[in-house]
């Protein structure tokens, strides 16, 4: 699997467009039949997807890891962001429809991805962390997420959380993720942004159309930069980013976070005045 080398906040703030998408935006993934994969040294995040169109795809373990099976010292948060899906954790099958997400816990061996109809595939986007200890594998559909109302119109920002996996939801030793939806019309999110020194966090943007991009901002306050962000691409966000973008559309994004705490509302937030 590709690995990625974090740089650190001053390199970023010398770096040009491409090196900024070289080093922060994962463009491969979501390619049909296969499972794709990036390895973080930022917090050891694993961002990847399992897209089962013509056949059924199992994940292996990688070189990189050095262990037996994928999830032998690892969790492992999946949402469905296509059709209708299966995922089978030794010997037991949930399906999971659009939006839906699984919670594979630390010692699960086999794990299979299939589609209902591989004419519609699902869309198996995947985030993983080491995992200290085991939790039970476990299913949400979207009435099971804690959903949280923000923003408004005037803003431009009106938009909905749905988490998932958190301390009052699926529980898991250091993985909180869920996604957010922009309300029709608004195009942010996350504005004001946040810092989080306690978590890197990795979006993934998705349910926009081909010629629509959602232009991501990164960087410390006083250094921000963008990266135009095309469907289901994904972005490593480090603890010393925030994390927010425009869309020249609506959108969903999944969101995923790992680190020293669990909890969401541990943020540093950042006022208009900081931007530069
Ligand atoms: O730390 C939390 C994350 O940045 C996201 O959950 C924020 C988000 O989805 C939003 O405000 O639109
Ligand atoms: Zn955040």
Request: charged share 25%; with cysteine.
């Given at each position: 699997?590709e690995?990625?080398?974090?740089?650190?906040?001053?390199?970023?703030?010398?770096?040009?467009?491409?090196?900024?998408?070289?080093?922060?935006?994962?463009?491969?993934?979501?390619?049909?039949?296969?499972?794709?994969?990036?390895?973080?040294d930022?917090?050891?995040?694993?961002?990847?997807?399992?897209?089962?169109?013509?056949?059924?795809?199992?994940?292996?373990?990688?070189?990189?890891?050095?262990?037996?099976?994928?999830?032998?010292?690892?969790?492992?948060?999946?949402?469905?962001?296509?059709?209708?899906?299966?995922?089978?954790?030794?010997?037991?099958?949930?399906?999971?429809?659009?939006?839906?997400?699984?919670?594979?816990?630390?010692?699960?061996?086999?794990?299979?991805?299939?589609?209902?109809?591989?004419?519609?595939?699902?869309?198996?986007?995947?985030?993983?962390?080491?995992?200290?200890?085991?939790?039970?594998?476990?299913?949400?559909?979207?009435?099971?997420?804690?959903?949280?109302?923000?923003?408004?119109?005037?803003?431009?920002?009106?938009?909905?959380?749905?988490?998932?996996?958190?301390?009052?939801?699926?529980?898991?030793?250091?993985?909180?993720?869920?996604?957010?939806?922009?309300?029709?019309g608004?195009?942010?999110?996350?504005m004001?942004?946040?810092?989080?020194?306690?978590r890197?966090?990795?979006?993934?943007?998705?349910?926009?159309?081909?010629?629509?991009?959602?232009?991501?901002?990164?960087?410390?306050?006083?250094?921000?930069?963008?990266?135009?962000?095309?469907?289901?691409?994904?972005?490593?966000?480090?603890?010393?980013?925030?994390?927010?973008?425009?869309?020249?559309?609506?959108?969903?994004?999944?969101?995923?976070?790992?680190?020293?705490?669990?909890?969401?509302?541990?943020?540093?937030?950042?006022?208009i005045?900081?931007?530069?």
């Open positions: 699997m690995v990625r080398y974090s740089p650190d906040p001053v390199r970023f703030s010398r770096m040009t467009n491409q090196e900024i998408r070289d080093n922060f935006l994962v463009e491969t993934l979501f390619k049909p039949n296969t499972i794709e994969m990036v390895y973080s930022v917090d050891r995040a694993i961002l990847g997807s399992a897209v089962p169109a013509e056949k059924s795809l199992t994940l292996s373990t990688a070189d990189e890891l050095r262990a037996e099976f994928f999830c032998k010292r690892r969790e492992l948060g999946v949402l469905n962001v296509g059709g209708e899906g299966a995922i089978d954790v030794d010997g037991q099958s949930f399906d999971l429809k659009k939006l839906e997400c699984l919670y594979i816990g630390r010692g699960s061996r086999e794990i299979t991805f299939s589609s209902q109809n591989g004419s519609e595939p699902a869309c198996f986007y995947l985030l993983s962390y080491p995992a200290h200890k085991e939790y039970p594998v476990k299913h949400a559909k979207i009435e099971d997420a804690l959903q949280v109302h923000l923003g408004s119109k005037d803003t431009c920002n009106e938009r909905t959380i749905y988490k998932y996996i958190h301390p009052d939801g699926i529980e898991s030793c250091q993985l909180v993720m869920g996604f957010t939806e922009i309300a029709k608004s195009v942010w999110n996350t004001p942004p946040h810092l989080h020194p306690r890197m966090e990795a979006y993934m943007y998705f349910d926009m159309s081909e010629e629509n991009r959602v232009f991501h901002f990164m960087g410390k306050p006083d250094e921000m930069r963008h990266i135009a962000a095309a469907d289901k691409q994904a972005i490593i966000s480090p603890s010393w980013s925030i994390h927010s973008g425009a869309g020249t559309s609506g959108y969903r994004f999944c969101w995923g976070m790992g680190g020293e705490n669990q909890d969401f509302n541990d943020m540093d937030h950042s006022g005045e900081d931007f530069k």
